[in-house]
């Protein structure tokens, strides 16, 4: 059974700053990881999908990276700005469903 | 090309009635899944449709339910509301079939509040 956890909860940092969330699975045949930002009373965007022949991706500002081998997946982001300040989810695969960790809520401070 | 579209974006119901939600995939999606996110619990998987057929389900009183119609449209309903349903509903659509290569794509939500 699939179980994802997020660390930390919440993080807050000031603008400009490089940072990384981290996530980590416990089924480690998983193959493929997804990212996703949700904004406050929103739905969910998907920022990265890393599948598992591949051990990054990137996207702008963005780098997703996946080691099944430790069962853990990192988001990047780079010269973070204000607009960043999100929840940031990641989510791996179980049976016909996504399962989720419970979340980092970024706070970017000007 | 379009979005995963949920309808109605906030609804208001009280205690006992019941709701249905409304979820259209991404034209050729034929799998939809839908989840329910609170402040307590996170984001908790209620159930997944394939080609109208029920294929995993959540652990969700009977009092949620949900089918698929043969142009992959979901709707998900639930029947005497309870104030603990107050929550945003979310739905998501992939493209797979043995497996979910493409990822999920998910709608707007619908935040559901029972008074």
């Known amino acids: 059974k699939q179980e994802v956890t997020q660390i930390p909860a919440a993080l807050s940092v000031p603008e400009g700053e490089n940072l990384v969330l981290n996530c980590s699975f416990t089924?480690?045949?998983?193959?493929?990881l997804q990212w996703f930002r949700q904004d406050p009373g929103k739905g969910l965007t998907s920022l990265l999908l890393?599948?598992?022949?591949?051990r990054e991706q990137t996207s702008g500002r963005l780098n997703a990276s996946l080691d099944k081998s430790s069962g853990r997946s990192t988001l990047y982001i780079a010269a973070s700005q204000p607009g960043d300040s999100a929840t940031y989810l990641c989510a791996g695969p179980g049976a016909q469903k996504l399962v989720f960790g419970q979340g980092t809520r970024l706070t970017i401070n000007p | 090309k379009a979005g995963v579209t949920q309808t109605p974006r906030y609804l208001i119901k009280t205690r006992g009635q019941q709701v249905t939600l409304s979820c259209s995939p991404i034209s050729g999606h034929r799998s939809v899944s839908w989840y329910q996110q609170t402040p307590g619990q996170g984001l908790q998987f209620l159930f997944e449709y394939f080609s109208e057929t029920q294929r995993n389900k959540g652990n969700f009183p009977g009092r949620f339910s949900g089918r698929q119609f043969s142009n992959s449209r979901s709707e998900m309903n639930v029947s005497t509301l309870e104030l603990g349903d107050s929550a945003l509903y979310l739905c998501a659509s992939s493209s797979m079939g043995q497996g979910p290569l493409g990822g999920y794509t998910f709608g707007s939500g619908t935040r559901l509040t029972v008074v």
């Open positions: 089924d480690s045949a998983i193959y493929n």
């Open positions: 890393i599948q598992s022949s591949q």
